[in-house]
């Protein structure tokens, strides 16, 4: 995949929300799936895209809620937004995480360079940075596509 296809691709989920990210049922590859919106003035309507990190072969998640943050977090009427909203403590119930700063591809990597030389294809690093998570993937290819509302990722035939 061109990097410089796949840079424009990552700056445009530049402060969107990441509604849900994880492997896909198959487990092969990672999805982080966008709710996009635009300044209402635009006309353009707000959506849903699955970013489809295909062949990922590491996906590392970690906090970046502040442990002082997660101390007060505890409370699990903080994973509702209607019995957490009036709390003190991060309300887990809004079910979106801003991206912010968004995601960014890394340099070429040691790993990226084995797993490229291992499998005969190019290997790619990125991290996306949200109000709640990081998100480090190693993945080959990237596929943008729209979802429908209440789309459902781990329904099975």
């Known amino acids: 995949m061109d990097t ?3 840079k424009q691709m990552l700056d445009e989920t530049f402060d969107h929300a990441v509604v849900h990210h994880g492997y896909t049922n198959y ?3 990672y999805e982080v799936i966008i709710y996009a919106t ?3 003035r635009t006309g353009i309507a707000p959506s849903h895209l699955r970013y489809l990190f295909r062949y990922c072969v590491e996906a590392r998640c970690e906090t970046s809620v502040p442990a002082d943050t997660w101390r007060v977090s505890l409370d699990d009427r903080l994973i509702d937004h209607k019995t957490g909203a009036d709390l003190d403590g991060y309300v887990w119930g809004v079910k979106w995480h801003a991206l912010y700063p968004g995601a960014k591809l890394l340099p070429e990597s040691e790993a990226t360079r084995r797993w490229s030389k291992a499998l005969g294809i190019e290997f790619h ?3 996306m940075e949200t109000s709640a998570h990081n ?3 190693l993945f080959s290819d990237l596929q943008v596509s729209e979802v429908p509302v209440g ?7």
């Open 125 to 127: 690093e990125v991290r």
């Open 4 to 6: 410089a296809v796949l």
């Open 151 to 157: 789309y459902a990722p781990f329904v099975t035939d």
């Open 135 to 137: 998100v480090t993937l």
């Open 38 to 40: 635009a300044d209402p």
């Open 27 to 29: 487990m092969r590859d």
